[in-house]
């Protein structure tokens, strides 16, 4: 066993709001080249298992018995929380918002029932 370290080689695109003053986005897009390690290395640099073996290409233990590397996708934490609010009257949804304006999908499962709410777009006031 071994822990491998995948780097992957890219760009992030940071999107600023200049009628805010803040920072509201940010995404990573991935490049084609990508480097692994495992944490434990020789002296001659080569890559090892935890139990010492020298792995030549650390990639091989991440995809073992699998045909390709498990998928596990770029989410990078946006500069503040994404705050929603749901707006209740008379025990019913009425409606869903969102503080950086996309449209919410809400599915509600209420004693068996199951329905989609498309939300409604509303202001919030900036984040902290």
Known sequence: MAKVHK???GFVDQCFDTESGKWISQEFIAG???EY???KQNADGE???DNGNVVDDPLTLIVQNR???PYLPFEMRQPF???IAVVVKGGCVE???CDDGEDV???ILDDGYVGETPARRSEFPSPP
């Open 7 to 9: 780097i992957t080689h």
């Open 95 to 97: 409606g869903v918002t």
């Open 37 to 39: 390690e495992t944490e």
């Open 105 to 107: 999908e809400l599915t």
């Open 32 to 34: 084609d080249i990508c």
């Open 47 to 49: 890559f090892l298992e």
């Open 67 to 69: 045909t390709t590397e």
């Open 81 to 83: 929380p994404k705050r």
